[in-house]
Each structure stands twice: as C-alpha cells, then as structure tokens.
C-alpha cells in the first residue's frame, strides 16, 4: 500500500481505533502514541486487511469456517441418532413405571418387550462390530451369528417397527409441550392444538432469542473494551488528581497544624476540667445520698459523748499517773496500780480511735 493511499491523520485514527477494537487485541491508543509511531500505524492497517474480526488470517478463517460446517453436520446426525435411542429408552422406562400403577394391554406387553429385546440385540451387536473383532477375539466367544439368534421374530418385528414412529411421535409431543410450558408457562391451560401450533413457532422463537442473546454478548464484548479505554483514562486523571492532592498537603500542611494542635490541646483542657468536675458532682451527690441531716446529728451527740468520756479518762489517767509517782516505790500494790493505768489507758486509745473514725465519717 503506498502512502498516499493512507487517509488524513484524524480518520486514520478512527480507522485505527476500529481495528483495534474488532480485529486487534484490545490496545491503548492515544492520538499522541498515533503521531508519534506512524510506521507502526501504517503496519496496523496493512495487518488489517488480511485478518477478519476473530483475529484469524483469510485462508484460516476460510477453512475454519468449512471445518465448522463439517462438524455442524456430523453433529446434527449424531443428535438424530442419539434422541432417538434416548426416547426409545424413555418409552421403556415410562412402560415399567406404568405397568406397576395400571394393567396394560397384551398388545403393548408384546410391543414393549419386542422393542427392548431389539434394542438389547443391536447394542450387542455394535460392541461387537468388525473393527473390534479384527483386533482382539469376540467377548466370550461370541459372534454377530449367536446374537443375530435372540432377535425377536420377523412378524413381531415389522409389526413393532410399524407402529414405533407413532410412539417416539408421541413421545416427542410430550417433550415439545414440556418445553413449551417451561418456555410459557401460560401454555399449560392452552388446547392441545392451540399448543401443536405454538411449538410449531417455538422453534423461531428459541432462535430469535438465541439470535439476542448473541448480540447482546457481542455489545457486551464491545462495552467490556470501552470500559478499559475508560478505566484507563479514568486511572490516569485519578493519578494527576492524588498528585496535585499530594502537593497541596506538603504546601497547607504546615500551616494549619500548629493552629489545628493548639485547638486540640485546648479542647483537651476543657474536656479534663469537665470531667473533674464532673467526678467531684458525683462524689458530692454520693455523699449527700448517703450522710443525711439526722445521720450528721446523730454523729455529732455520739462524737461529744465520745469527747466527754475521753476527757474523764485522761482525768482519771492523770490521777492515777500521780498515784503511781507516790507509791512507786511500793511491791505488790504498785503492780496492781501499773495494771489498772495500763486498762484505763487502753480503754481511752480505744474511745479515742472511735472518736477519730466518726469524725471521719462527718466530715
């Protein structure tokens, strides 16, 4: 491609960012890496011409596509046989089930029992098949001819045969209106026609449905790349905005932080007295709970008493004092006064000590 068939700078960008977003892996782009790598833009645009939206080149795209119709088509005969062999299955299973609730038909006894014997023979035979035989012996010696013995008689297999469609057909209508109402719940009270006619659209309207959902997995494929684009932007303008927050504090900081702790030490302060002042209201409001007006008169009469007989005490102490300075000299006696002081001292360090503990409790 020559330069001259590049277009202007702004559509190449745009052209670019589409690329980008369908072809490519998702990649940043800023209009600045653009101007300054136009050799790497051009390479982007020629790699765009020879891969499609998957990121796969032409020719490998081209096969992969053949690849797929092969597998789709070998895929829709393998479901075709295997939904008839699992319906088979089901129409023996709802037999069993139904033949212990209901008495049953002699004609559906024989229709079962030649389709499971069927069933029986031709899955034997399928593990028996050649290509097995070729390489190890057959299973306990046996062989298609052995098996081929235990098919059901030739009348009662036509006969079964005949009449198998109309049984997997009504199997199926069974499965079609089960699919229905879990689709339309709706269509549970619907007539048996009215629901043949629904699930004949059923088909269409699964499509359909599909068909959205796809495209709605496409837009969210689409709007998962925008939203990096932007998370990216947003990242970048989130970073110049802690940059610039980031100098503010080293600049403001300062400023305000000696007025911001002489704040504090302030509220501190009145915070401290407050609560001192609430301790003593506490200490107070406990006190005058406990010491009423007639509890404080009651210690006052009994600190007096207690006073008047510590004063009796010490005159009697005093005088006893001068009778031991008199007959200090004296035996026995002497003991008996130094016994009779030491009990009478006793006993006015006791009133004494009561004195105290009340003046205590007044005060």
């Not at 895929?75 to 212990?100: G, H």
């Not at 030739?154 to 069974?174: C, G, H, I």
Request: charged share 30%; proline share 3%; hydrophobic share 35%.
């Amino acid at each position: 491609m020559a330069s001259g068939d590049f277009c202007s700078p702004g559509e190449g960008m745009e052209v670019l960012q589409q690329v980008c977003s369908r072809q490519l892996p998702p990649c940043h782009l800023s209009e600045e890496d653009l101007l300054q790598n136009p050799h790497f833009s051009k390479l982007l645009l020629r790699l765009s011409q020879h891969v499609d939206e998957s990121g796969l080149s032409l020719s490998l795209a081209k096969e992969q596509a053949q690849a797929w119709k092969e597998v789709r088509l070998h895929k829709t005969a393998w479901l075709r046989s295997e939904i008839l062999q699992r319906v088979i299955q089901e129409l023996l299973v709802d037999y069993y089930v139904k033949i212990q609730d209901t008495n049953v038909t002699s004609e559906d006894k024989k229709f079962h029992a030649t389709l499971e014997q069927q069933l029986l023979v031709t899955q034997l035979t399928q593990l028996l098949g050649p290509s097995q035989e070729r390489v190890m012996p057959p299973l306990l010696g046996l062989g298609k001819a052995d098996l081929l013995e235990l098919m059901p008689p030739s009348e009662d297999f036509v006969w079964m045969r005949a009449r198998l469609p109309l049984e997997v057909e009504e199997q199926l209508k069974k499965k079609c209106f089960t699919l229905l109402c879990y689709h339309d719940p709706n269509s549970d009270s619907d007539h048996e026609t009215l629901k043949a006619a629904k699930v004949w659209k059923l088909a269409e309207i699964l499509v359909s449905e599909k068909q959205q959902c796809q495209d709605a997995q496409s837009q969210q494929k689409e709007q998962v790349v925008l939203l990096e684009k932007k998370s990216a932007t947003y990242s970048q303008a989130l970073l110049r905005c802690l940059a610039l927050l980031h100098r503010l504090l080293q600049e403001h900081r300062l400023k305000t932080q000696s007025e911001l702790a002489r704040i504090n030490a302030q509220y501190l302060e009145f915070k401290c007295s407050a609560m001192i002042l609430k301790l003593r209201m506490e200490e107070l409001k406990i006190l005058s709970d406990t010491y009423t007006a007639e509890k404080v008169e009651v210690h006052r009469l009994i600190r007096d008493r207690l006073e008047g007989a510590i004063r009796l005490q010490e005159q009697d102490m005093e005088k006893s004092r001068q009778v031991l300075n008199t007959y200090e000299v004296l035996g026995e006696e002497f003991d008996k006064l130094v016994k009779e002081y030491t009990q009478l001292k006793q006993t006015t360090e006791n009133r004494r000590w009561a004195l105290q503990e009340f003046s205590k409790a007044y005060r």
